[in-house]
């Protein structure tokens, strides 16, 4: 899935831990990085989203904690 159709996919806007800065979204793909803003876990939506479901991920809070790939390597 490209970062493109991903952000179309993405529900984070919807996340009560979401903050809206500088149009950061789709925190679980490995082209994006942490949160500069997001700083506090109020709940993580990421189990039910389209893009979790179908690239297989497995791990939350990718906003705070990391991307997958950084996650699964405990980066
Ligand atoms: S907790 Fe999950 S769903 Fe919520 S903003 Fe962070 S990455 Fe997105």
């Known amino acids: 899935m490209d970062k493109k159709e991903a952000v179309k996919l ?4 919807q ?3 979401y903050v809206e800065c500088n149009e950061e979204i ?18 993580c939506l990421c189990p039910g989203c389209p893009v979790h479901e179908k690239m297989g991920f497995r791990k939350v809070y990718y906003c705070l904690r990391g ?9």
Do not use: V, Y
């Open 15 to 17: 996340c009560p831990t």
């Open 26 to 43: 789709a925190f679980c793909l490995s082209t994006t990085g942490k949160s500069k803003c997001i700083k506090k876990e109020s709940g």
């Open 10 to 13: 993405c529900i984070c806007r």
């Open 67 to 75: 991307n997958e790939k950084d996650q699964l390597a405990n980066k």
